[in-house]
């Protein structure tokens, strides 16, 4: 199992911007897809952006055009750069990885958007 740290998230006022960061706490290799998803009280867990196979991606669509997915500076680290924030984007952001088939989930983080 990988092991995630995310860092990032906090408060915000609607269409502000905020950056999430997500690195595996040690040096592996075979992780094929990073990702983030969000969990707003009440709700499922849904997927928000996804990075796969080198560098493609993929968002939801609620997000597209306002949230970037990118690898971050060191191996296995993945950032989720957030702009135009809107309250519906709230909740709390969790990173994922898949290796080997297997996902692992970091501990989360929170987003608070107000209007």
């Known amino acids: 199992q990988v092991q995630l740290a995310e860092f990032g998230g906090g408060s915000v006022q609607a269409g502000g911007s905020l950056k999430l960061s997500c690195a595996a706490s040690t040096r592996i290799l075979g992780i094929s897809e990073m990702a983030w998803y969000r969990q707003a009280p009440g709700k499922q867990r849904e997927l928000v952006a996804r990075i796969f196979e080198g560098l493609q991606t993929a968002y939801a669509d609620s997000v597209q055009g306002r949230f970037t997915i990118s690898e971050g500076a060191a191996k296995n680290a993945v950032d989720l750069e957030m702009d135009n924030l809107k309250p519906e984007d709230a909740g709390v952001y969790y990173c994922?990885?898949?290796?080997?088939?297997?996902?692992?989930w970091g501990q989360g983080t929170q987003v608070t958007v107000s209007s």
């Open positions: 994922k990885a898949i290796r080997g088939g297997v996902p692992s």
